[in-house]
């Protein structure tokens, strides 16, 4: 056996080795504790902000794993690195599984992510002062489809589209008028707070008709159109962006797809173009997502969550609140909390303290601004993956209808909370309730 007390080489190498192996809780109490808290969170609140979800375990360890340590600049058999060989494994598992899932002809599986996944489009597709068109931010559209305090917006002209007025869907009428007078390179398509289905082949020939290339945005419904529950823009869309948590259940980060002849100039643009080394981790976490979503019980998954939307949204209607856009075809809702007389940074404060984590949100032609809104965004994707189904939407619904008509009733909240308590111990996600983090002395 080695003597380390002979040998301060070694002895300095066993401290160093020591040190790899030690616990969060050693290293750093502090982060350990904000881990603790959010886990604890999580096993005991409602998580029903609509972009947010659960990871699988195996997503999760995957993202913890030794993948972390590589660098890996470039792409599987063409990295500016050695030693790449695993890690190429990994990556090119993930883009044959991304093209199978959604029949698209090349998949690139880098951009951090969906605002990247856009940016690698735009630089790949236009040229600084180009023209685009995209949804309106208080009427459901996204900051990296041209809001002026995106780099989108202030790279390129931007042009917007919204939805009627009277019906609150989709104005493919403005849409078209919009591209005849403005003449797009890129007709941008998605949203983050639009209930319905969009019609890509409709926009596609709008597209057509002024020689502009279409980029549908399917962040927040990738799991939904992976299943086939929610229209797939692939044959339609030049380009198909997404990030991977959401509806799809994955790692955070990033997608971009494209038609075969778009290809060679799209991974140019996001490496080097945009980024430089991949997370490895995230990329190997992608794979075992896209595995997931090919399975027959995501498909159950995905089909649960709108059923379990739409049953929420018919018990908040039956309670007296108005729907954006009369329902929903999705994962969420927007309910127009303006109306009974509270605005939707109140209402999200309220139900945070009754354990109904969501948050506010603008609605197409709101008064309000957007820090302080009229909307409330409710979504099902985190509830469903405890297992929830339709009984539960409408206790949810009868919980938040409680909260906000009392306006935030400090013994109603407290009573609510105690009842959210109950149902999240009865629906528990990884055991959470089982094991939970320990607190520190």
């Known amino acids: 056996m080695a003597n380390h007390d002979s040998n301060p080489a070694a002895a300095g190498g066993a401290l160093v080795g020591a040190a790899l192996s030690r616990p969060l809780s050693q290293v750093d109490p502090e982060i350990y504790e ?169 926009v596609r020939s709008i597209a057509d008709e002024v020689g502009a290339k279409v980029l549908a945005d399917i962040a927040h419904w990738a799991g939904l159109v992976a299943a086939g529950v929610y229209p797939n823009p692939a044959p339609h869309a030049d380009f198909v962006s997404t990030t991977t948590h959401k509806t799809l259940r994955g790692p955070r980060g990033g997608l971009v797809m494209c038609k075969e002849e778009y290809a060679k100039e799209l991974d140019r643009k996001v490496f080097p173009g945009i980024q430089g080394g991949p997370f490895m981790h995230l990329i190997a976490a992608k794979a075992v997502c896209f595995l997931e979503a090919l399975s027959d019980g995501f498909k159950l998954y995905a089909e649960q969550i709108v059923t379990n939307a739409k049953a929420l949204g018919n018990a908040m209607a039956e309670r007296g609140y108005r729907l954006v856009s009369d329902g929903t075809d999705t994962h969420l809702i927007l309910v127009d909390v303006g109306q009974a007389g509270m605005t939707g940074k109140e209402g999200e404060a309220w139900l945070d303290t009754a354990g109904v984590v969501i948050n506010k949100n603008t609605i197409p032609f709101d008064t309000n601004s957007p820090f302080v809104t009229s909307g409330l965004r409710i979504g099902t994707p985190a509830v469903t993956s405890r297992g929830m189904g339709e009984e539960q939407m409408v206790q949810i619904a009868d919980w938040i209808h409680r909260v906000l008509e009392s306006k935030g009733d400090e013994e109603i909240s407290k009573q609510v909370r105690s009842e959210v308590d109950e149902l999240c111990h009865a629906y528990p996600i990884y055991d959470w309730r089982l094991r939970e983090m320990p607190k520190l002395d």
């Open 34 to 202: 904000t881990v603790r808290l959010e886990t604890d969170k999580q096993a005991t609140k409602l998580v029903m902000i609509a972009s947010e979800n659960y990871a699988s375990e195996a997503v999760l360890s995957t993202c913890a794993s030794v993948m972390s340590n590589k660098y890996a600049e470039g792409y599987p058999g063409k990295r500016y690195y050695g030693g790449c060989e695993f890690v190429d494994m990994a990556e090119t598992l993930a883009i044959d599984r991304a093209k199978q899932l959604f029949n698209v002809e090349h998949a690139n599986v880098q951009p951090h992510s969906g605002t990247q996944a856009n940016m690698g489009v735009y630089f790949a597709a236009l040229q600084p002062g180009d023209t685009i068109i995209g949804m309106e931010l208080p009427h459901g559209g996204h900051l990296s489809h041209g809001h002026k305090m995106s780099f989108s917006g202030q790279l390129f002209n931007v042009v917007t589209y919204g939805v009627n007025k009277d019906t609150e869907l989709l104005d493919y009428d403005e849409m078209a008028a919009q591209a005849k007078e403005h003449k797009p390179q890129i007709i941008v398509v998605g949203a983050s707070a639009y209930p319905r289905t969009i019609d890509f082949a409709r």
